[in-house]
Structure formats: structure tokens, C-alpha cells
């Protein structure tokens, strides 16, 4: 089983979100982007992510828990395409 092949490997620590990466809480309808400096910028409105996205900007969005979310500090929100390119 998939459980008996991955414990042959030792554990280095959680995985770094990329930037660009839409992420999402398990607990939270907010969807955050990383940024270039690793950390969550919240995307304020479905308006907003529409505009920097288009259309399918609610598909590929990463679900974590929310104790792996908080491991992230927070930056400026994205309230503008201008504001995603800053990040």
C-alpha cells in the first residue's frame, strides 16, 4: 500500500507553497495567493480573482488545514490586478 512505500522515507518537514499558488483553508471560504516573498495575500473578492484569473480562478485552488495555512505569515491583500503584479 501507498503507507508502506512512504514510510520508507524519511520526514524533512512540510512542503513550500510556490508562488502563485491559490491556497485555501479547510475551514475558510478566503482563497489566498502566494507571493514572491512566501507569503498569503488574500484575494479580497470573486470580482478581484475574476479580473486576475478570469473565469475558472476558482479551479486549482490548494485546500490545507488551517494549522498548515497559519504556518504562512501575511502580506497586503490583492484588491487589483495592479496589487497581484507587486507581489
Given at each position: 500500500t501507498i503507507d508502506v512505500y512512504l514510510?520508507?522515507?524519511?520526514?524533512?518537514?512540510d512542503l513550500k507553497l510556490a508562488a502563485g499558488?491559490?491556497?485555501?483553508?479547510?475551514?475558510?471560504s478566503k482563497v489566498y495567493v502566494v507571493g514572491?516573498?512566501?507569503?498569503?495575500?488574500?484575494?479580497?473578492?470573486?470580482?478581484?480573482a475574476d479580473e486576475i484569473y478570469g473565469s475558472t480562478w476558482n479551479q486549482g485552488?490548494?485546500?490545507?488545514t488551517s494549522t498548515y495555512l497559519w504556518k504562512y505569515a501575511?502580506?497586503?491583500?490583492?484588491?487589483s490586478t495592479d496589487d497581484v503584479r507587486s507581489i
Amino acid at each position: 500500500t501507498i503507507d508502506v512505500y512512504l514510510g520508507t522515507y524519511e520526514y524533512k518537514g512540510d512542503l513550500k507553497l510556490a508562488a502563485g499558488t491559490r491556497v485555501k483553508s479547510d475551514v475558510s471560504s478566503k482563497v489566498y495567493v502566494v507571493g514572491s516573498d512566501y507569503k498569503l495575500h488574500w484575494i479580497t473578492s470573486e470580482t478581484v480573482a475574476d479580473e486576475i484569473y478570469g473565469s475558472t480562478w476558482n479551479q486549482g485552488i490548494i485546500e490545507v488545514t488551517s494549522t498548515y495555512l497559519w504556518k504562512y505569515a501575511t502580506g497586503d491583500d490583492v484588491s487589483s490586478t495592479d496589487d497581484v503584479r507587486s507581489i
